[in-house]
Each structure stands twice: as C-alpha cells, then as structure tokens.
C-alpha cells in the first residue's frame, strides 16, 4: 500500500515540523498551510488524498476550509484534528464533511493508523468523539421525525460507539460483538452520515444548548 | 488589618448583629432588623416606632437614626437605594410617612410651616413613593399602569397644593412657578426612571465587556499555551513534565470552555466535574494519560460519590497495576442509573488469585459499590487487559441537568 499523500492545514509551524517529523516514511506531505486563505488556495494547486485539518485556523477556522473546498473537491477526505476538545467545535467541523476528528495528543502511529483508515474511506472516532455523538444522540426516539433511519442510531450502533467511547479498537469490537471489521467499519461510516445529515430536532438543540447554531 | 480595623469601628457603634434587614422590611428594614434581633415580629416593632413618632417624634428620630447608622444585612447590598427593594404601596404610604413625620417635627421644633405645605408634600411623597417603584419584572402588568397614573395623579395634586398655598415660594412669579412645577414634576415622576436605565446600561455595557474580554483571552490562550501543552505531550519529554502539560492543559481547557455551575467549597457540583477531578489526580499520581468520556450530566448525589470513588480506584489500580500509559474512563448518566467503565489494555492479572490478598478491588469497588445499592463487575485475565464496570442507580425523583 503506498503511503497517503497529506496536506497539513495548522497555524502552528511548530506543529506541522512535528507531524512532519514523526510520520516520516508513513505519509508523503504534499503541502502546508497556516490559514484558510493559504490552504485554499495550496489545495487547489496540490492533489492529496488526505487533509489533516486543525478545527481552530485564523481565516474562518477548519470549517471554512471544509466548505470551500469539498464542493469542488468531492473525493478529498479530511481529518480534523484539534487541541481544544470542546464539543462544538467538534460537531461543528464533522457536520461539514469531516471523516473523523483526533485530538493532538494522539500518538504517532495511531495518528499515521488514522490517516490512512480515512484514506480508504473508513471513518475515524476517537473515543471523545463517540462519546459527543451518544450525547447528541442520546434521549427518546423522537416523535415527529423527519427520517426517523435518519434521526436516531441503531441500537448496533449505539453499542459501537460505546465500546469505541469506552476505548476499544475497532478490531476489539469486532471480536467482542462477534462481527467482521469490516461490518464495525460500516457501523462507524453509517454514523458519520446520520451525523451529518441528521436535520433531528433534538441534534439542533444539543447544538443551540452548545451554541453550535 | 483592614479588617481588624473595620470590626473595631462597629463595634463602637453598633451591638454585633444589629441590622437592617435586606428581606423583611417596609421601607429601610429597621423595624425587620431589629425586631429579628430581639426575637419579636417585626410588625410590634414597626407600631412602637409609629406610636413613638407621637411623643415628639421620638420614633421618627430613632428610625432615621436606624436608616443611617445600621448597616444592610448582607455585605455588597449596602446602602441600599430605594430602587433596589420590591415594590410596595406599603413602601409608598412609609414614605408618605416619614416625610410628614419629619414636617411635623420640623414644626415642633419651631420652624412652622403653613399646614398645607406639610400635606401636599407628604402626598406628593406617597405619589413619588408609587412611581418610584421597581418596574423591572412587572412592566407588562396593569397593576403598574395603576401605580404610575394614581401615583403621578397624587404628585401632580400635591404639588399642584403646594404651590397654591404660596407660604415660601410666592415671591415666585407665576410663569416661574409653573415652570419650576413641571420641572419638578417631570423630574421627580421621570428622573427614578432614566436613572434606572442609566444603571441597566452600565451594568449591561460592563457586562459585554467583561465577556468579550474572556473571549479575547481564550482565544489567545487557546492559539498559545494549549497549543504548546500538546506540544509538550508530544514531544519525547520526561514523564513528570509530560504530565503536568497534561493537567494544566485540562485546566486551562476548563477554565476557557466549561460553563459548568460552579463548584462549591470544594466540593463537584455535578458528576462531570467530579469525574474530572478524579482524572487529574490520578494522572498526578501516575504517569499515565486517562482518557475521560462522560455522556450526560446530573448533579452530584450521595450515590454517586460511592461510584466516583469507586471509579477512582479502579482507575488508581490500572494506573498502578495494568502496566500501560492509557487508562480509558467512560461514564454514561442516564435518568435512572449511571453507568462507568474503566479499562486499560495492560497485563491484566486473575481475579481468583488476588480477591483474598487486596483490599482495593474487593472492598474499595466491589464492597462500595454493593453497599450503595449498585453492582461492580472485573472483567480480566493475563494479558488481556482490564476493564471494571460500575454502576448505580439515580434517585429518580431529582432531575438531571443533562
């Protein structure tokens, strides 16, 4: 498998020398950016597979980039990554189109694992993030549901996303719920798309409540 | 010292204790304090004052003297300007009052004034107490319609009262004293009223200040030092540096983003801080990074602490024992129950070998947990990791706070 071609979208050099530095051989950098100007403009003129995103970027912050960008470039999948693990900016950033979101604690190989499962079309959830998600989704099924597929988890996916919140693997998931990785896998993606595409009534007040909207 | 000196002061002039009282009072809250310092319901008190006020005005002394020297009851809710109270006729009729008292004393003591003078302005008095009431929470009521025009009606009669009986003020021409009426009318029916919204505007404008200023400073930090704790995570840095990036970033990060209430003495408000609490103590004590999820919120509660120290202890135990640098805590609230795991990928160890040997998991989880009326379960073995599973019910008659 070849390495990934990255784009780092960070305001911090020191930061991206870092990720540069310690991914080494896993990814090939294709580009840099400090801000949302710059990293528009650096997408258009490289051709990455993967976009690790910082959620706070001057310009318009990494929900900016998102939507910019993935208008014209549908196949272009991004990664945010983010210091501040606030929900709302969390949510904010993968309800733009975010295949995931990692936190920048995160060690090497976990973040050069996650950048390649995102490459191959998988969705990334830190535990943090399962753990917005089961708070966004949590309460009554809702009673005057536009799409109620669409409003609420399953209960499976419920209890993927708890074991991931609980910091389980995706392979430990697996072995756990006697399914296939691949079957966690579509869990975990189907989620990603009713986050973000859920219009629920209760996501829009989890939301207010976090001034997200 | 500062104190020292201002508890000297008081004490030269007041019994310790004495105040006016800031809920029970008609007008300045004399009578309410001192009748809840001697023991006697503060209405006596408020008829002694009244029927003093006749000998000599005796009571009318002693209650202004009350007004001026007895400090309000409550630190910061000093001198309290009449704005401040609840509204209240009966503050209206006091004020009424004690202005006609004070007239009337005026009079005892030889400054004589045209009796109609002393009653126009003590119904002014009243009229201007009417107006000059709290509208804040009941501007949309008709009771406050009522207030302002019976009240601004009184004004205008008393004044009007006042300048027909001439007495002082008839060396005034005519124009000039309908001009100085209406002055003093539009005044005195408007001016509480500008104040008041003068006061609203400043306590607003410094309001947006102050939080516009936290913004600018979060996002500044947020763009510095958090940027630089991650950093220092990062980085191949000795443990003890390691960790204490990580506790002040967690911090930091709560002091910028958390709106939580705020705790008390010392003590979690709610289950989300507590839980906190327990996660940055144990990353003190040990090298390791505690990952920490909690889905939900509620107020804390005496149940809930046996599954916070549970949840400390076996997080202790994986910190210690598990051999990793990740212990993984995640906590769901739910209306009924709280549950908690707490898990590492470590060595793991048989629960049959340990049970008779350690307190920790026996007593300090399982023990606790049972006593408060939950159930905690080990799930372990070598090399296999560990992971404990507590949980509680809540007292389903107190709502959470989600």
Redesign the interface.
Known sequence: MTAPRVFLVD??Q??RA?VRA?LGEAVEVVGEAADVESAVQGLRATDPEVVLLDV?LPGGGGRAVLETIKPERPDLVFLALS????AEDVIAVIRAGARGYV???ISSDDLAAAITRVRDGDAVFS??L??FV??AF?GDPPTEAADPQLEQLSPREREVM?LI????TYKEIARRLSLSVKTVETHVSAVLRKLQLSSRHELTRWATDRRLI | MASRLRLDERSFRLPAGLTRSADDRVLAGVGGGIGHHLGVDPTVVRLALVVLSFANGLGLALYLAGWAMLPADRAGDAPGTVEDRPPSAERAVGLGLLTLGTLLLFGQAGLLLPAGVVWAVALSAIGFGLVWTRTDEESRTRGLLLRVVGGGLLLVVGLGLLFASGGVLSTIGGLGLAVLATGVGVTLLLGPWIARLWRDLTVERRERIRSEERSEIAAHL??SV??T???I???EAPGRARTLA?RQ?REL?AW??DERPPDNAGVAATIGTALERVVTDVEDVHDV?V?L????ECPMEPRLDALVAAVREAAHNAARHAGVA?V?V?V?VEPHKVTA?V?D?GKGFVLDTVESGRVGVRESIIGRMARHGGRAEVHTGPSEGT?VVLEVGRNPTREGV?
Do not use: C, I, N
């Open positions: 305001d911090h020191m930061f870092g310690e706070h210091v501040s693990d606030a936190t920048k604690t535990p943090r399962a753990g089961l708070d949590a708890r919140a609980r910091g389980y | 947020h763009d958090l940027q704790l991650a950093l995570q990062r980085a990580r970033e990060r910028l983003f990074e990952d999820v909690v889905v939900g990740e993984s995640y769901e795991y898990r990928r992971e989600t």
